[in-house]
Nanobody, 118 residues
Framework: VQLVESGGGSVQPGGSLTLSCAAS????????VDWYRRAPGKQRELVAV???????NYVDSVKGRFTISRDNAKNTVFLRMVNLKPEDTAVYYC?????????????WGQGTQVTVSS
């Protein structure tokens, strides 16, 4: 299984970005997907979760600004980020729980840089 992240970049405060995390390979089904971020000098932070039933959860600091979604047909998960703030600057990682046959394994994306600065 391979994960490819894309969509990061540099934006001004108030700007928007959409991150993508595409999985390929031997996949029976994608269960939960988490988006994490790591800002310079800080610990990794869980930002958003989407479960197999499409229920979602967000850290308080991004509620109302970030939206996690999935396209099961394309084995892809998205993180739509609007009204970005400088404190959202971080490397963002997807963590995908994939069922292959009867075995579940989690995989990590390579990370994508998001920079919010004026």
């Amino acid at each position: 299984v391979q994960l490819v992240e894309s969509g990061g970049g540099s934006v001004q405060p108030g700007g928007s970005l959409t991150l993508s995390c595409a999985a390929s390979g031997s996949i029976t089904v994608i269960n939960a997907v988490d988006w994490y971020r790591r800002a310079p000098g800080k610990q990794r932070e869980l930002v958003a979760v989407i479960n197999k039933d499409n229920s979602t959860n967000y850290v308080d600091s991004v509620k109302g600004r970030f939206t996690i979604s999935r396209d099961n047909a394309k084995n892809t998960v998205f993180l739509r980020m609007v009204n970005l703030k400088p404190e959202d600057t971080a490397v963002y990682y997807c963590n995908v729980f994939i069922l292959t046959g009867l075995q579940q394994t989690d995989y990590w994306g390579q990370g994508t840089q998001v920079t919010v600065s004026s």
